[in-house]
């Protein structure tokens, strides 16, 4: 059963993190993650699993504020198993490694932003006209996570899925999650917490037209469109990281989306794997183009 939300009172909103307690965060968090493949022999009812868990939320609280996104990341984490109707003892176990494996990558993902951060703090203390880069949503921008985004063209999605993983990164595919007890919506938001780029598969799966064309036209008016959810997930990410680190792949005879278009999309009908490997590059992040290309092994 999913883990129940703490019914303590709420704790104050934290101030912004300072000199001192970055760095001493980075070291809390650092030792917690030391803790993980310990914990990884328990089961999630264990003392010692609660008290490493109580930690974790009241270091994100301390360090990052109530319900700030990083916050909300690992306080929605559920160690408990997908099936909540008699659930077995090894539905149980996958649902507890499945639960440490998110808690762990977000707390990496913390202790990443955290460094950013303590970096970019030097530099401002000591009147450096340097600055690092900054997002306005706080990512890593060397993250080796990227997020497809995909519609029903499976084979398509799976293509893509594995080239990226080909050239030495993680392809994030969301129905490949487990889902942890939570919303569609706070799924997405968890694994897409950790992504540094976001793959876009505009593919001909919807038809639809204006409702003015329609009624003009009639079915002639229908055009191909990608899924709906396609297209708020590209504008979620376009927002989160910025249209640099963001790759839309057009599909033969998809109309592209009116708010965005005028943007450089690549065909998948030419030689995509290429254009997305560039893309990859110029965004700052690692892809191994020999191994992704059978050029070396």
């Not at 010692?48 to 609280?61: A, D, G, R, S």
């Not at 984490?77 to 003892?89: E, H, K, Q």
């Not at 913390?110 to 306005?136: F, K, N």
């Amino acid at each position: 059963m999913a883990r129940k939300k703490s019914s303590a009172t709420k704790s104050p909103e934290a101030k912004p993190p300072t000199f001192t307690n970055k760095r001493r965060g980075i070291e809390i968090l650092t030792e917690l993650l030391k803790q993980v493949p310990e914990l990884r022999t328990l089961d999630k009812d264990s003392q010692e699993f609660q008290e490493w868990l109580t930690t974790v939320l009241q270091i994100f609280i301390r360090l990052f504020g109530e319900n700030t996104e990083m916050h909300k990341s690992i306080n929605r984490v559920d160690f408990g198993p997908a099936n909540f109707f008699n659930p077995t003892s090894e539905e149980f176990k996958k649902g507890f490694q499945g639960g440490l494996d998110s808690a762990e990558a977000i707390i990496k993902s913390a202790v990443r932003t955290l460094s950013y951060d303590l970096e970019g703090d030097q530099l401002e203390s000591s009147s450096s006209s340097e600055q690092l880069p900054t997002t306005q949503s706080g990512f890593d921008p060397h993250s080796k996570t990227v997020f497809v985004v995909h519609g029903h063209d499976d084979g398509a999605r799976e293509t893509v899925a594995r080239f990226i993983e080909s050239g030495g990164l993680n392809a994030v595919i969301l129905h490949e999650k487990p889902n942890s007890g939570k919303t569609l919506i706070e799924k997405f938001e968890s694994n897409a917490l950790t992504a540094s780029f976001a793959v876009i598969l505009l593919s001909a799966d919807d038809l639809g037209s204006s409702k003015k064309d329609y009624e003009t036209d009639g079915v002639k008016a229908l055009v191909s469109r990608a899924r709906q959810n396609v297209v708020f997930e590209y504008g979620y990410f376009v927002g989160k990281l910025g249209r640099d680190r963001v790759c839309p792949l057009l599909f033969p005879d998809v109309e592209k989306p009116s708010d965005i278009d005028g943007i450089a999309y690549v065909s998948y009908e030419s030689h995509w794997k290429n254009e997305l490997a560039r893309e990859l590059s110029a965004a700052g992040i690692e892809f191994d183009f020999g191994k992704a290309f059978g050029l070396t092994s």
